[in-house]
């Protein structure tokens, strides 16, 4: 390593340090060597040249590919989605990447297929807003890191629909919204989420309203794959709300969809 750009490292690791305000999680810590690669501090240290990022608080979840951090921006909490340069399960993502027109170009290599993929659920995040569906509004992509809108309250993410419990009624509403962003993102945004379920929509619990979550996989309607995970979809929604005496089986919900 040359002596210049071991001192930008050094300088990096100083300011990081200092962004550590909230360093309190024993998380951190352990997270910290994997995800925390060289790479990944220049792009941490370009966010907060940018002024995008003021401090890095604790983990918020720990992913496969991803891992999830609370960060605070100069007027707002913000989340970061930090794909994994070195630990992740990449050969996933060629199936879906490698599909999808919008990105016929891309090298396949490793950390390009990674950028490409950060970049992709950036721009599915703003074609999903701009349907009509709840998502954390995307702020921007630094490499493999992905700034968006921190949904939650006081430093703690709301709960995700497999965590919450839920009345019959309160069941209703949801399943009524989250059929008509799963209609609204087919129609009007050309996408299939191609991981929906319980796990991946998160509820307001201010107002019991469905959010979509982690759309990094989620592809246009040209993809190949679009009608065999869209199915998918359907299949995991209409699963989780037979609880709550939802019959609606998967081809009611399907011709909703497409209909
Ligand atoms: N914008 C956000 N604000 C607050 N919390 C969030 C936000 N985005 C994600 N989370 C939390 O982090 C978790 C993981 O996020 P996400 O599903 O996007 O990542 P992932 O790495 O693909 O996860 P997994 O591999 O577990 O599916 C979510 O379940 C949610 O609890
Ligand atoms: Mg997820």
Known sequence: MSKDYSKKIKSIDDKLEKMRI??????????????FDTPTLISLYNLSNKDILYALGGAISTGKEANIFFAESSDKPIALKIYRITTSTFRAMEEYILGDPRFKNIRHEKRDIIMAWTRKEYRNLIRAQNAGIRVPSPITTEKNILVMDFLGENEVSYPLLKEVKLDTEQAHQIYETIKSYMRKLYKHGNLVHGDLSEYNIMIDPNNIEPIFIDMGQSVTLDHPRAEYFLNRDIKNITRFFKRFKISDSPEDLSAFVRN
């Open 22 to 35: 909230k360093r309190k999680d024993s998380d951190y810590t352990k997270v910290k060597e994997d995800v």
